[in-house]
C-alpha cells in the first residue's frame, strides 16, 4: 500500500458513484447484526506503536471469516462504516418494533386496571 492509499484511508472514505460500481446489491441489516454479535472485537497495537498507543476493532480476518468482505489482510474503513450504519438501521428498526409493542401492552394494562 503506497503511503498516499494509507494517509487517503486514515482521513477519509472516496465513495464512487452508483454508476461506477458493479454488483450492488441490498444488505439484510438484521442478518448482519446477528453476525456483529459474534464478531470479536480487541485492542492491540502496531508492531511499530510506541506501547502507549492501543487501538481497538476487529481483526481483518475475522470481518472476512464472518461477513466475506475483505481480503483478510486490511480493513476497508467503507466497509466498517457500511457494516455500522447498517447494524444502527437495524437497531433502530428493532427499537421501533418494540416501542409500539410496548405502547400496546400499556394500553392494555391500562384498559384491564379501569375494568376493575
Known amino acids: 500500500m503506497s503511503s498516499q492509499a494509507v494517509a487517503d484511508?486514515?482521513?477519509g472514505v472516496k465513495v464512487e458513484v452508483e454508476p461506477l460500481?458493479?454488483?450492488?446489491?441490498?444488505?439484510?441489516?438484521?442478518?448482519?447484526?446477528?453476525?456483529?454479535a459474534v464478531l470479536p472485537i480487541s485492542?492491540?497495537?502496531?508492531?511499530?506503536d510506541s506501547r502507549r498507543v492501543k487501538h481497538i476493532g476487529p481483526m481483518a480476518q475475522d470481518m472476512q471469516r464472518i461477513f466475506g468482505i475483505g481480503n483478510g489482510h486490511r480493513?476497508?474503513?467503507v466497509?466498517?462504516?457500511?457494516?455500522?450504519?447498517?447494524?444502527?438501521?437495524?437497531?433502530?428498526r428493532r427499537h421501533e418494533a418494540l416501542s409500539a409493542r410496548h405502547l400496546e401492552l400499556q394500553e392494555r394494562v391500562r384498559i384491564l386496571e379501569g375494568a376493575r
Open 9 to 11: 484511508s486514515a482521513i
Open 21 to 36: 460500481l458493479d454488483g450492488s446489491s441490498p444488505v439484510d441489516a438484521g442478518e448482519l447484526l446477528a453476525r456483529v
Open 43 to 48: 485492542t492491540w497495537r502496531y508492531t511499530s
Open 75 to 77: 480493513l476497508p474503513i
Open 79 to 92: 466497509d466498517l462504516c457500511g457494516l455500522a450504519l447498517a447494524g444502527l438501521a437495524a437497531l433502530v
